[in-house]
């Protein structure tokens, strides 16, 4: 019995883990994606929503973050249809790792 309620512990702690990495990106997602990508990642008139975006449900998390930090502009944009590109954010390992996160977690993934 001790070992089932060890066990149960551990997987609401992992679990809580993995809420918490993904409640960092979200605070980082307000304050450096959500004016252009919009609220609940639903898109706007100048960036695509991640909501059930395909890209983001299968990319490689190294290729999402390689976007975030480097920018896409001109002919590397994914998306034409908007005005302009994505600038390219200055964030650390881990803000990117969790912006990641929560951005999958938008996406439906």
């Given amino acids: 019995m001790k070992r089932m309620i060890a066990g149960a512990l551990m997987v609401l702690a992992l679990g809580s883990m993995s809420m918490a990495e993904a409640g960092d990106g979200s605070a980082t ?4 994606c959500l004016p ?4 609940d990642g639903k898109g706007t008139a100048m960036a695509p929503a991640f909501a059930g975006n ?3 449900k299968t990319a490689a998390d190294a290729d999402i973050t390689d976007v ?4 896409r ?8 249809q908007f ?3 994505m600038p390219a954010q200055k964030l650390s390992a881990d803000e990117a790792k969790d912006v990641v996160a ?3 977690t938008l996406a439906g993934k």
């Fill in 68 to 71: 975030i930090v480097k920018g």
């Fill in 54 to 56: 395909e890209y983001i």
């Fill in 102 to 104: 929560y951005l999958k």
């Fill in 83 to 85: 005005a302009i590109g």
């Fill in 29 to 32: 997602y307000k304050a450096k």
């Fill in 73 to 80: 502009q001109g002919a590397d944009k994914k998306y034409k």
């Fill in 36 to 39: 252009c990508h919009g609220a």
